[in-house]
């Protein structure tokens, strides 16, 4: 593997449209790598919680009265 310095040198050397499809392919994979990690975290927190096995209504329900627990609490009208 190249070290970083060469690697920025090389990149330097790249004509700018070329670094700036790298730059916007290195962004994307971040991203990704971001969303793949918060996905295994999260699916970590709902197993140990037991509740991996919670249906998509259930999800729901259990956001609507969360909902209507923060409007009653922060929004009395």
């Known amino acids: 593997m190249q070290s970083i310095d ?3 040198h090389t990149i330097t050397e790249l004509a700018p449209a070329d670094q700036q499809e790298l730059l916007e392919k290195v962004a994307k994979l971040n991203f990704q790598k971001g969303l793949a990690d918060l ?3 999260y699916r970590a927190r709902l ?3 037991n509740c991996l ?3 998509a ?3 729901l329900a259990e956001l609507e009265r ?4 923060v ?3 922060d929004y009395p009208n």
């Open 6 to 8: 060469d690697l920025a």
């Open 57 to 59: 209504a259930q999800v």
């Open 66 to 69: 969360i909902r209507e627990e």
């Open 39 to 41: 996905a295994r975290k």
């Open 71 to 73: 409007v009653s609490r």
């Open 53 to 55: 096995d919670i249906s």
């Open 47 to 49: 197993g140990s919680e």
